[in-house]
């Protein structure tokens, strides 16, 4: 089986069931979705597919047909992502575990929408878990972000 | 630990008699310094200073802070303490965590266990603590918990920085020959400003390191601080927004299998019977293994990818042995309340003569009320996961540890290993909590590898068997009782608490041949030890064994005793007609710290202002890991349930070390504590948890999470925590907004089993 990470391709021999996060994380040693609840449930292992902000625990590795963007792929040529800068500079990460996942939903988020307002932040991110309670940094950082990508800093 | 044979003959007390017990057993060996383990494994062009610090000849420099990074930021705030005194920026060094040593014992942790009430700074309070010290130093106990980490550095780590920073001048002095009161020091060099010479840290350290300092040179004034004090950029933060590998769960090493456990799901059941049969022919699994552990009896599966673990661990079939009674949450709050007629209490603090105060009062100036918290799960957002290699006689452990030195301590034992051949890699913590001072996980990975035939294997649990074996924060039952005099005032207050012994539970578990006796002070944390001026006052606990595993849950007993305390102090203050912050104003009025927080955040959430209708705010204060914590609550009563709208938190640990990262901490306990107060609890039902993974266990997303308004005060005296001591007030500072909101008095958590949230 093929898979695309990150734009390289992989030649796979596993079970096509395989969740999309063991075959990152064991099999092609991606180590950055991470496993937090194997169900959906927080988020830790998001990965972006396509355009689309995806729990790799929940895709199964032969429903993937797209390039998978995981937080490695997103700084491009030693400079951070908006994102990332802007987390940087909010101080956002506390244990940092959620955080992965956390910077893919919002790359996710202001790729379809720019501008966010609280209510859309509340509702792409409601999906991803942080038990070291970083949601007031997460927000302000997404906001900070859109403004840096705005101007293109 | 040879050393814990000899004192094992001995009861290891940690209540009021601790001092004597302490102090007859510890002093001879507290005056010898441990050894500096930073001198084995030097690279050539490295020199070692002293526990804390590395300097290599090409300018790294590395700085150790034994202490584990979980989010509270340890690795910035320690790093700059030494940073300071050695006079090099945060940019310019690495941190390491270090191996696991006794020399990093965690002095401060034990100290503020000591059953005295951390505003008495008195001779005989500094004398209890200092005993206490002296047992975490003779036990060489190293771990991270306590709120304890920079007051526990504070002086040691400046030390090691200013005693390095003077060798490294004295080398320079040396060799230009001048004296050293003409160098000068900066970011990493010393510089000769009569000549303009300069000499990097790296070009001197080889003989730096060998110059011995006829005195310690003193600490430099807070005043002259550069570092400490002003917001720093976390040394982590890189890695955690890159998704860099630094946890344990990401350690990958060549040929290493991966593994899963399944423990039996009744606390220490027996297995019965395992049938691996069906499991070994799925792919890529190479071995079940019967785990039998003092933690628990289960089993492993171990494979060449956690998945194919984790399945082939459902396709095993296992019996499990059954307890005659097995353990329900209706048998525990029975046992609890069957406690207060049958199980003697313990005190450790007596105000006045409360007995006498409310015989004197009419029943129609006293109220009572009863409080039930049910057991609460730690649920890191890493699972419970570690790594080991057994190969060649030796045992190499990585692990996300909050103590390396009890991972030590149980691998000696489970293994046979001599501890001079068991290496310990603590590595960075999705969370810790209190959940990570444990070592099943590291046990079960032991025994595991001791089985994998020299390859390294890392076992990952799942969710659920992470929830469903913890070592959970008590339930407890609390009755409180008040006499309120005729100015509305509380004349007397009395409690008694019927809950597990967190400590009793926890040393059994690290030194089983140690055995506890005396009260548990923690069990009363939060109850006795406040700076209220209440005349007549005494909270009494009983020690109640169940068959349920507990352990340190952030703030430990604050999270009970709080929780009761503060929403009865609500309570009194209704009966006397007088407002809750009045009142607290009142009974706070000789501790200007406390009095402190409290006005900052009543003004900060201008307290004294109406609120539209819908609309409420609940307040409480504690002292809690020696930090004042005022916090008020606001929510809103919307067509889908209460909304927490706002926190305001006024906090005072005396000195800040980082303002950041403090306030990065209340908000993380605030979030912490609200999410157990409105929808967690871990129940029991025919002997097992019942609560699986974030669907039934649910901390607070981000559409539920409130604003939250730090402010930070440095006026109390003494040197305060960050990692636990916002949690406390948050719990019952909205179980008051809730009475404000709705009249209806909250006294069992959480809230969402009979109110809905948003
Ligand atoms: S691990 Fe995928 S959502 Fe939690
Ligand atoms: S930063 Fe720890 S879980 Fe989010």
Redesign the pocket.
């Known amino acids: 089986m093929k898979l695309t990470v990150n734009a390289k391709e992989h030649e796979l021999d596993v079970e096509p069931d395989m969740p999309l ?1 063991w075959v990152l994380r064991d099999e092609l040693h991606v180590k950055d979705p991470k ?11 998001t990965v972006i597919i396509g355009n689309e902000a995806v ?4 895709t199964a590795l032969t429903d993937v047909t797209d390039n998978v963007r995981t937080i490695d792929g997103l700084a491009a040529g030693g400079t951070y992502h908006p994102v990332q800068q802007a987390w940087i500079e909010e101080q956002v990460a506390q244990c940092g575990y959620c955080q992965a996942g956390q910077i893919m939903t919002a790359v996710a988020l202001l790729e379809h929408n720019p501008s966010p307002t609280d209510q859309d932040i509340d509702e792409a991110m409601s999906g991803n878990l942080c038990r070291c309670g970083t949601y007031p940094r997460i927000r302000a950082a997404i906001h900070r972000a859109a403004a840096l990508m705005r101007t293109g800093a | 630990m040879a050393s814990l044979g000899k004192i094992a003959r001995r009861t290891f007390l940690f209540g009021t008699a601790a001092l004597a017990g302490g102090a007859a057993f510890g002093y001879w060996k507290y005056g010898q310094p441990f050894a500096n383990p930073l001198t084995k494994g030097l690279a050539e062009n490295e020199a070692s200073f002293n526990a804390y610090i590395k300097i290599a000849t090409d300018n790294h420099i590395t700085v150790i802070v034994p202490r584990a990074e979980m989010g509270q930021g340890v690795s910035t705030t320690l790093a700059a303490l030494v940073a300071e005194e050695l006079d090099v920026g945060l940019d310019q060094i690495q941190v390491e965590h270090g191996p696991a040593a006794a020399a990093y014992y965690n002095r401060a942790a034990i100290s503020e266990g000591a059953p005295v009430p951390r505003f008495d700074e008195g001779f005989t309070a500094e004398g209890v603590r200092g005993a206490m010290g002296v047992i975490a130093k003779f036990l060489g106990l190293q771990f991270t918990g306590g709120s304890s980490s920079t007051i526990d550095g504070f002086d040691p780590m400046r030390q090691a920085g200013a005693m390095a920073r003077e060798m490294l001048k004295q080398a320079a002095a040396n060799r230009l020959g001048v004296s050293v009161s003409e160098l000068t020091t900066e970011r990493g060099s010393v510089r000769h400003a009569a000549t303009g010479k300069t000499l990097t840290y790296g070009e001197l350290a080889l003989d730096a390191a060998k110059i011995e300092l006829s005195a310690l040179p003193p600490l430099r004034q807070r005043s002259e601080w550069r570092l400490l004090g002003q917001p720093q950029k976390r040394v982590d933060m890189a890695a955690k927004v890159t998704g860099a590998p630094i946890y344990g769960i990401d350690v990958d090493l060549p040929d290493m299998l991966h593994a899963t456990i399944r423990m039996s799901p009744y606390p220490g059941g027996a297995l019965k019977a395992l049938d691996g049969a069906a499991a070994l022919k799925m792919r890529g699994v190479s071995k079940v293994v019967r785990i039998e552990s003092p933690f628990g009896n289960g089993f492993g599966v171990i494979a060449d990818n956690t998945w194919r673990a984790m399945q082939a661990a459902d396709a095993v079939t296992v019996e499990w042995e059954k307890p005659a009674e097995p353990v329900s949450t209706q048998s525990i709050f029975a046992a609890l309340d069957a406690a207060f007629d049958t199980a003697s209490p313990f005190h450790l603090r007596t105000l006045g003569d409360p007995e006498r105060a409310l015989a004197e009062t009419p029943a129609e100036r006293q109220i009572e009320a009863s409080y039930r918290l049910p057991h609460l799960a730690h649920a890191t957002m890493e699972p419970m996961n570690a790594t080991a290699l057994f190969k060649n006689g030796r045992l190499t452990i990585w692990a996300p540890t909050q103590a390396p030195g009890v991972v030590k301590m149980i691998a000696e034992r489970i293994s046979g290993v001599q501890a001079d051949k068991i290496e310990i890699n603590t590595t960075s913590l999705g969370g810790g909590f209190g959940r990570r001072l444990e070592a099943d996980y590291c046990d079960y990975a032991i025994r595991l590898a001791m089985e994998a035939d020299g390859r390294p294997v890392k076992v990952t649990w799942s969710r659920e068997e992470d929830m469903t074996h913890g070592f959970y924060r008590p339930a407890a039952i609390g009755r409180y009782r008040a006499a309120i005099g005729a100015d509305g005032m509380p004349l007397a207050i009395t409690g008694s608490i019927a809950s597990q012994s967190v400590i009793t539970d926890m040393v059994g578990r690290i030194a089983p041949l140690l055995p506890i006796a005396g009260p548990d002070n923690t069990m009363l944390d939060g109850a006795y030890n406040q700076p209220y001026a209440i005349p007549n006052h005494r909270i009494d606990a009983r020690k109640v064994p169940l068959p349920v595993p507990v352990g340190s849950w952030r703030s430990v007993g604050y999270s009970i005793n709080a929780v009761m305390q503060e929403c009865f102090l609500d309570e009194v203050a209704a009966k006397g007609g007088i407002d809750p912050l009045e009142l607290r104003r009142r009974l706070l009025k000789d501790s200007p710290a406390a009095l402190g927080v409290l006005e900052k955040v009543a003004s900060m959430a201008d307290w004294t202002k109406p609120l539209p209708e819908g609309r409420a705010r609940g307040l409480a204060y504690t002292l809690s890991f020696g930090t004042h914590v005022a916090e008020v609550v606001e929510i809103a009563e919307t067509a889908d349930g209460i909304k927490v709208e706002q926190v305001w938190c006024a906090a005072d640990p005396g000195v800040v070390l980082d303002p950041g990262i403090f306030e990065a901490q209340m908000m993380s306990g605030i979030i912490f504590g609200l999410s157990a107060a409105i929808s967690q609890e871990v129940t029991f039902a025919d002997g097992m948890v019942e609560q699986q993974n974030f669907s039934d266990f649910a901390p607070l997303r981000m559409n539920q999470a409130p604003a939250i308004t730090v402010e930070i005060l440095q006026q109390s005296p003494f040197m305060g925590g960050a990692g636990e001591p916002g949690t406390p007030p948050s719990m019952p500072a909205l179980m008051n907004a809730v009475f404000a909101l709705t009249g209806q008095r909250m006294r069992e958590l959480p809230l969402g089993k009979t109110l809905s949230f948003v």
């Not at chain 1, 729990?55 to 929940?58: G, I, L, N, T």
């Open positions: 996060l496993y937090g609840c194997g169900a959906g449930l927080c988020g830790a292992c729990r790799s625990c929940q």
